[in-house]
């Protein structure tokens, strides 16, 4: 099986069976998100303990990468402190954005690194990461991606 068959394999496996899906109870900082080129929704919800988010769900309806990238993302970040969330995100979107872009150290992620030889699909990958970095503000808004 060659990387791209195997990336494939990852997305397809998420968009599948979605891990973390779902939204979390009350005191959770939750964002909604919304792509209208592809009509992509996502709820994205944390608990955030100090500096580090200790749970995250996500739930909504959208296409193969919408869906496979958020379940990928929130895989990535439980447990993780914020300011390492945040690289993490610049990276994400770099890949995303970036034909050939760097994925080492990324794990699971690496599996996005196609999309970015697909325009029109980017926005789809980054609804879910756009959508956390609104929920780590932890003001409950939506964020729409033009
Ligand atoms: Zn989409």
């Not at 996500?58 to 945040?86: D, H, N, P, Q, Y």
Request: hydrophobic fraction near 40%; proline fraction near 3%; charge should be neutral.
């Amino acid at each position: 099986m060659d990387l791209k068959n195997l990336y494939r394999e990852v997305i397809l496996d998420h968009n599948k069976h979605p891990r973390n899906f779902g939204t979390l109870a009350p005191p959770a900082q939750i964002a909604q998100g919304h792509n209208p080129l592809c009509g992509d929704q996502l709820i994205v919800s944390i608990h955030r303990v100090g500096d580090t988010v200790t749970d995250v769900r996500f739930e909504g309806s959208g296409c193969a990468i919408s869906t496979a990238s958020a379940s990928l993302m929130t895989e990535a970040i439980k447990g993780k402190r914020v300011a390492e969330i945040e690289e993490l995100m610049h990276r994400v979107h770099a890949l995303l954005t970036t034909v050939g872009g760097q994925s080492d150290g990324l794990g699971k992620l690496a599996a996005l690194s196609g999309v970015a030889e697909y325009p029109a699909r980017v926005k789809c990958a980054t609804l879910a990461w756009h959508t956390l970095a609104q929920a780590l503000k932890g003001a409950n808004t939506t964020v729409v991606t033009e």
